[in-house]
């Protein structure tokens, strides 16, 4: 089975017991957040129904089990700076966040403003409006942040994609707005010393790079404003790339030749077994894979995420050449050669390992936990956007007969069915908004007592 150096010592059955090591003393440790952070996330619809914050609440549920954080959606669809500053005290600060992501900018540019073609010296002058009072909510909004002693992290808007040849109307020069909004972004992080992810910059570069070999290529949804799962992954990577470092899963190297023959890393081994034949041993990862879908193979694809963050590592140096089985919990996982071993395999591509289908049960979680947010931003929608003009009796049948005026209003417009089924949900999820506040409570409970990695054995046998 090993080399011939190693075979002298494996005469009869070879055992070797490391002493018990704590996790605890090689758990990772977030640069950012602590233990009890609430994190808000204030946006306009690409917040308000987008993934990017889940596969964020999931990384750090995955990577970091003992770090318990809260996570708020704070977004709306269509809103722009000013309605974020205007909504900031009723509907992020009640929070009580330690921490607020903020992205706006692409309703702010008014995207009908943009088009193919020449624009008369009134759009042109109304395009230069915008990009001023974005400028001016923009920093209104920093200093309010600034006041409640919250920690900003600071997102350049998403990209417009007006660069793919997709059959879509193309709002031309609309990514070119959010470029200077992405300007106005990275002074504020710079004047408040804050940090800042470059979105727009990032996704701008893919398209770029990706439009070379395909025009109708996008990153982004057919309305070539909503991002997406790729869009949303693409967006979750950069902000993990810039608030996080690099970091494994786990890794377990064994080197059958040396004495010294363990090392890890996020891990800790004991009770190692070596026989002709199998080796085998007790592993507690500090952490669980991060655990992909077919929804993000397009992304992953993009990005170096699996080499940055979901490297789980197992090698094993000193194999005679041959097939190996890896067993974990006595259940079969799949079959190595001894080359692949000795230069490391990644396990977390492998979903049929436990730590892979606990990982699982948390990314379940996490979308439940979106879904149920999801629908709580049915009230502060309709009361931060529609019901912000209202002065009447403070009762929802007269609150009702105010939508149903605006309603009838916006018939005939391509938002409208929008619209209407907002406010049957605005309806229907009023009476229920504590029971939805406390399943939300509950299923970040469950999130916390089903992450936390496990000891359990391992084993590789000689096929």
């Known amino acids: ?45 690409i917040t308000h129904g987008g993934q990017f914050h889940e596969f964020l609440q999931l990384f750090y549920a995955t990577r970091f089990p003992s770090l318990k954080l809260t996570f708020y959606n704070c977004g709306i669809a269509g809103d722009n700076a000013e309605g974020m500053h205007y909504r900031f005290k009723d509907d992020v600060l009640v929070h009580h966040p330690s921490h607020v992501f903020l992205m706006t900018g692409m309703n702010d540019v008014i995207r009908t403003l943009y088009f193919e073609g020449q624009a008369s010296d009134e759009v042109i002058r109304k395009r230069k409006n915008a990009l001023s009072e974005y400028k001016q909510n923009t920093n209104i909004l920093a200093k309010k942040i600034k006041a409640s002693g919250i920690t900003p992290i600071y997102l350049t808007p998403s990209i417009y994609d007006q660069y793919s040849k997709i059959e879509r109307t193309n709002n031309k020069g609309c990514n070119d707005a959010l470029i200077v909004c992405s300007d106005q972004i990275k002074s504020i992080a710079n004047e408040y010393n804050t940090a800042v992810v470059d979105l727009n910059t990032r996704m701008k570069n893919i398209m770029d790079r990706e439009l070379q070999n395909d025009s109708l290529f996008t990153i982004v949804g057919k309305d070539r404003v909503h991002p997406e799962t790729t869009g949303h992954f693409i967006m979750f990577h950069e902000i993990l790339s810039t608030i996080e470092s690099s970091s494994v899963v786990a890794k377990v190297s064994i080197d059958l030749n040396q004495k010294n023959r363990i090392k890890t890393e996020n891990s800790c081994v004991d ?57 974990i919990q006595d259940k079969l996982i799949t079959t190595y050669s001894a080359e692949q071993l000795n230069k490391g395999v990644n396990l977390s591509t492998e979903s049929n390992t436990p730590q892979y289908k ?32 209202y002065t009447g009796p403070n009762n929802l049948p007269s609150k009702q007969i105010h939508l149903e005026k605006k309603l009838k209003k916006m018939k005939g417009a391509a938002f409208y069915k929008y619209i209407k089924k907002s406010m049957h949900d605005y309806y229907e999820v009023l009476p229920k908004q504590d029971s939805l506040n406390n399943r939300l409570k509950k299923i970040a409970k469950e999130i916390y007592r089903k992450n936390k990695p496990t000891k359990r054995s391992w084993s590789i046998v000689k096929n």
């Not at 190693?6 to 996790?23: D, G, Y």
């Not at 009890?36 to 619809?45: K, Q, W």
């Open 271 to 327: 009770e190692l077994h070596v026989s002709s034949e199998k080796i085998s041993f007790n592993c507690l990862e500090n952490s669980l894979p991060f655990p992909t879908n077919n929804a993000m193979d397009k992304a992953i694809s993009l990005l170096p995420f699996e080499k940055n963050f979901n490297q789980e590592i197992l090698q094993v140096i000193g194999l005679e050449d041959g097939d190996y089985a890896l067993f």
């Open 358 to 389: 606990q990982a699982q049960e948390i990314e379940a979680l996490c979308e439940e936990y979106r879904k149920t947010g999801y629908k709580l931003r049915a009230v502060p929608f309709m009361v931060f956007k529609y019901l912000r003009d």
């Open 1 to 45: 089975m090993f080399k011939k150096r190693s075979l002298i010592f494996l005469c009869i059955i070879f055992i070797h017991l490391l002493k018990p090591q704590t996790a605890d003393a090689q758990a990772p440790t977030s640069k950012i957040f602590e233990s009890g952070n609430t994190i808000c996330f204030l946006g306009d619809s």
